[in-house]
């Protein structure tokens, strides 16, 4: 009889309930860090997710105590061997970490981080690339590689994107750890609770939007992040358009009616 060996735990859970997907990273004795492997997960599960209907929204959460360490280190200095010093798959590396990051503002549904524990580095990033962040009092975060010499760069894209640049860059020129409360002053987070109601609050958020239009959202949330890049005069008149293209969907049309006749809202269709 051939002895059998225990399979290794998957990288990445999904679970879903009603709607709501949670998927979890699944290597808290290497405080979840992006390894290869979690990227690949990553990458995929959010690539399926985007075209599943049943899905309105998304909560991502760590394993363990914490959230997110950042990139995996012990398998990047592995390839410090390869003949041109590890330059070709340190690039390949982080192309494939930004083309994660950038799927979750691209995903049609909402993405909520779910923070407990240390959230660090591309850890951070991954904090700052999810459209909503809850994160549990004793939380801490850090755009830390400053600290070993390695610049948090491609963070730092992230990071830019979602609060003041003087904010940005204590976080990555100090390499300290702020706490829940000053990442909630500073934007990076959206609601600081105890730890006992982490999962409740995120749950709770998802909830209400999945009982929202997922046409209205997944219009607004292209909306949100294209805008964000134009001009004042063009942002208002690519929004103007996307409006005019809403009232025209089904359930702006049935949930404006309801709203008039002072009428229960409708089922959604999300079209």
Excluded at 40 to 63: M, N, P, S, W, Y
Aim: proline share 4%; hydrophobic share 45%.
């Amino acid at each position: 009889m051939l002895d059998q060996k225990p399979q290794a735990q998957p990288p990445l859970i999904r679970e879903d309930h009603d709607g709501v997907t949670v998927l979890t990273l699944n290597r808290p004795r290497t405080i979840n860090a992006l390894s290869e492997d979690t990227l690949d997960a990553l990458q995929k599960a959010f690539e399926k997710i985007a075209g599943d209907h049943a899905v309105k929204a998304v909560i991502l959460r760590g394993a363990g105590e914490n959230f997110c360490a950042g990139h995996n280190l012990k398998e990047m200095t592995a390839r410090r061997g390869d003949g041109d010093g590890g330059f070709q798959y340190y690039k390949d590396l982080f192309a494939s970490c930004s083309r994660m990051m950038t799927l979750v503002v691209q995903l049609p549904q909402p993405v909520i981080a779910e923070v407990k524990g240390v959230a660090t580095a591309a850890g951070c990033q991954l904090v700052a690339s999810c459209d909503l962040a809850v994160a549990s009092a004793e939380a801490r975060f850090a755009t830390s590689g400053v600290n070993i010499g390695l610049f948090c760069s491609t963070p730092m894209v992230a990071l830019t994107r979602n609060i003041a640049r003087k904010f940005a860059m204590e976080m990555l020129l100090l390499g300290e750890f702020i706490t829940a409360r000053r990442a909630g002053e500073m934007g990076l987070v959206n609601r600081v609770v105890p730890r006992d109601e982490l999962e409740t609050e995120s749950l709770r958020m998802a909830r209400i939007i999945a009982d929202k239009s997922p046409a209205a959202i997944t219009i607004g949330k292209r909306a949100f992040y294209d805008q964000a890049e134009m001009t004042l005069d063009d942002a208002y008149a690519y929004t103007g358009q996307v409006m005019a293209e809403n009232m025209l969907a089904r359930d702006a049309k049935a949930g404006i009616a309801a709203f008039i006749g002072k009428a229960q809202m409708p089922e959604w269709t999300g079209e």
